[in-house]
């Protein structure tokens, strides 16, 4: 019996009781259960004839006690072990800091993960959240001073297997829910999670876990074909607008940025989809690549506006009876918009609410509108290209009627205003889509291809079916063959040599 009355199988008795509580309760009992368990237990180490050093064991619970005095000689760090779960405390640098005394009881619990379960761990993302370890605790008793000289470490064992390609979390209890505050991961493997805590309180393990977007194999498989495949053409493309001699009337500049900027945006977004249960777990790079997709994303939006606005310049000169050449934006200017622009828009994004950056998907978060710092420019951006389009669809309508002898300047800008409306339209609706598109597979497949195939149809437009382009490719493809043609006849004139000397060692070669 103990100095106030509580023997141990009273207490082990109590503590079983406990442990067959409702736990359909509200949270705050549950809280008072768990205090219960932990102040029954201190009354074994209160006291003159107190337990020092013991361990037992209940139904739901493992308690360990462990304590320093001061003719005690202890080096290094104490370690008290449970099933499942051992903690490594400097327990000799606290009773430095009490006189030389110092106590610890250390309880495990195999009924507390049900009590206190993971949906008590409330975070800014909405992930799927799973217990991984046995639920613990550790009290310092009979100090005054409770700061702890060193962390806590605390080695869990995982009680499912570590299959869940997730974030693992480092927990303690305060009162109504499990934070994280003061406690991370300091290792991990497939077995066990080792957490470092600065303070004792309550602890678990807790995984978040979250379902990809494209969930459906068949689609990923789908989605990366043609996602490959357009990116042969965007680069395909990106090389004839940066190789080819172009007409001087038409500044390419903006095209080539456009094909750039998806160039890059298709890969990365690929990659981070996945990759995704390696990077969402580090909030930090999951952050970043939302970010730099945000920027190249927008880019893509504002090039392609640019695009429409020197085209809707082009055709102003249309009407002109002199028109000046070569008066237009400075290419200076246009780099600056077209990276300006949605550089600005990300850095005010990010200043304003940072934590809108790495959702489930590390794209943009869809709460409190921050979604909108993308949807918001790209649906201006598409109806002022509209208007704009319908502008010069006008323009070039009037000035064709006007002008019977249409030459091949309006005749040209005609036709590349046609395939700007299209450029247009096939960059545009993919994103409409996605408003809806876990409306069902079928939007979803369609999204898919559509947005997939953007480097396939600018090649297709602004390659394939432009007269220069086609001409420049049968110059290359000439040039290529007649490179052929002398590296072969180089190479047959080198041997004549060879059978002259085999004709002086009495090789006889039969004339012609």
């Known amino acids: 019996m103990t100095s106030d009355g509580l023997p141990v199988k009273t207490v082990t008795l109590l503590l079983d009781r406990l442990a067959d509580d409702d736990h359909s309760r509200p949270v705050l009992h549950r809280n008072s259960v768990l205090d219960s368990m932990k102040k029954l237990v201190s009354q074994l180490v209160t006291g003159p004839l107190a337990w020092r ?10 308690v360990q006690i462990l304590s320093v005095e001061p003719n005690d ?20 640098g606290v009773a430095r800091n009490n006189d030389g005394m110092a106590t610890v009881v250390f309880m495990a619990y195999s009924h507390m993960m049900n009590v206190l379960d993971a949906s008590f761990f409330r975070t800014r993302r909405n992930t799927t959240k799973t217990m991984m370890s046995r639920v613990v605790s550790a009290t310092l008793l009979g100090t005054v001073n409770t700061t702890l000289p060193s962390p806590v470490q605390f080695t869990f064992e995982h009680i499912t297997a570590s299959e869940h390609r997730g974030k693992p979390s480092c927990v303690y209890w305060n009162v109504s829910a499990w934070i994280e505050d003061g406690c991370h991961v300091s290792e991990i493997n497939p077995t066990h999670t080792v957490c470092s805590c600065d303070h004792l309180s309550t602890f678990a393990l807790i995984m978040q876990t979250v379902d990809t977007f494209l969930s459906d194999p068949i689609l990923d498989i789908l989605n990366t074909i043609l996602v ?12 004839t607008f940066a190789l080819c001699r172009w007409n001087p009337r038409v500044s390419n500049v903006s095209r080539l940025n456009l094909c750039v900027c998806l160039l890059l945006a298709h890969p990365l977004f690929l990659l981070t989809q996945s990759f995704l249960h390696l990077i969402w777990p580090h909030e930090v790079l999951c952050k970043l690549l939302a970010g730099v997709l945000h920027f190249l994303f927008l880019c893509c939006f504002v090039w392609m506006s640019i695009e429409a606005v020197l085209l809707f310049l082009s055709v102003r000169k249309l009407k002109q009876v002199k028109p ?17 622009v949605p550089l600005f828009i ?3 994004s990010a200043g304003v609410m940072p934590e809108g950056y790495g959702s489930l998907q590390c794209w943009l978060s869809t709460k409190a509108g921050f979604i909108w710092s993308f949807l918001g420019p790209v649906a201006f951006i598409l109806t002022g290209n509209i208007v704009l389009f319908f502008i010069i669809l006008l323009t070039l309508f009037f000035t064709l009627r006007g002008a019977q002898s249409a030459g091949s300047k309006v005749k040209y800008t005609r036709i590349l ?10 960059l545009g609706c993919p994103w409409v889509l996605g408003f809806f598109v876990r409306s069902g597979p079928a939007v ?4 898919v291809m559509l947005n997939s195939q953007q480097g396939t149809f600018i090649f297709l437009v602004h390659c394939a079916l432009n007269n220069e382009v086609r001409l420049q490719y049968r110059s290359w493809l000439q040039g290529f063959l007649r490179h052929r043609e002398s590296s072969a006849f180089t190479s047959s004139t080198t041997v004549s040599p060879t059978s002259k000397d085999g ?4 090789v006889q070669d039969t004339p012609i």
């Open 417 to 426: 205003a046609i395939k700007l409306l299209f450029q247009f339209f096939f």
């Open 53 to 62: 050093n013991a361990n037992f064991t209940s139904n739901p619970t493992e």
């Open 346 to 348: 990300v850095a005010v």
């Open 228 to 239: 490959l495949i357009g990116l042969v053409f965007l680069t395909l493309a990106v090389m």
């Open 73 to 92: 000689d202890l080096k290094g760090p104490s370690v008290l072990r449970t099933s499942g779960v051992s903690m490594d405390i400097n327990l000799l």
């Open 503 to 506: 004709q002086a060692s009495g």
């Open 444 to 447: 979803e497949v369609l999204f």
């Open 324 to 340: 000046s050449e070569g008066v237009g934006p400075h290419c200076a200017a246009l780099y600056l918009i077209g990276y300006g």
